[in-house]
């Protein structure tokens, strides 16, 4: 499924507000932490089946009325603020939509398991040569 950060603003809104952190007195005076609430249900970029799995995969993020929220108060801009919030909701959809190939079972090449017999070999003879040699009187 391929989608942009442009295809996923139709359904996000942004909420502002102060910010705590770095800024000096700028903090106390400007809204700069946003609130980016993504409405997935209403969303026409993804099919039931993608909607499933995002739900199940960003279960942390929901609301309790379905949306998913992502926060950004890292920046002093509250614009900086929101495009970190639509990056932050971009990557988390894409990673929640991806499937992963399953893997390939394969055997161990014949020389690594030349070298793997070999280095145990190594490790033994380096154990042996730690031992004290004891005899039985």
Known sequence: MDFSKEDLQANVSFKTSRSGGKGGQNVNKVSSKAELNYDLERSPLFNEVQKER?????????????LIQVISEEERSQ???????????????????????????????????????????????????????????
């Open 54 to 66: 995002i739900r199940e995969k960003l279960a942390g993020r929901l609301t309790s009325e379905g």
């Open 79 to 137: 614009y900086m603020n929101k495009e970190r919030c639509l990056i932050k909701l971009f990557l988390l959809l894409k990673n929640a939509t991806h499937i992963a190939r399953p893997r390939k079972a394969t055997r161990p090449s014949k020389t690594s398991r030349e070298k793997r017999l070999q280095n145990k070999q190594q490790q033994a003879i380096k154990k042996l040569n730690r031992r004290k040699d004891s005899f039985d009187f």
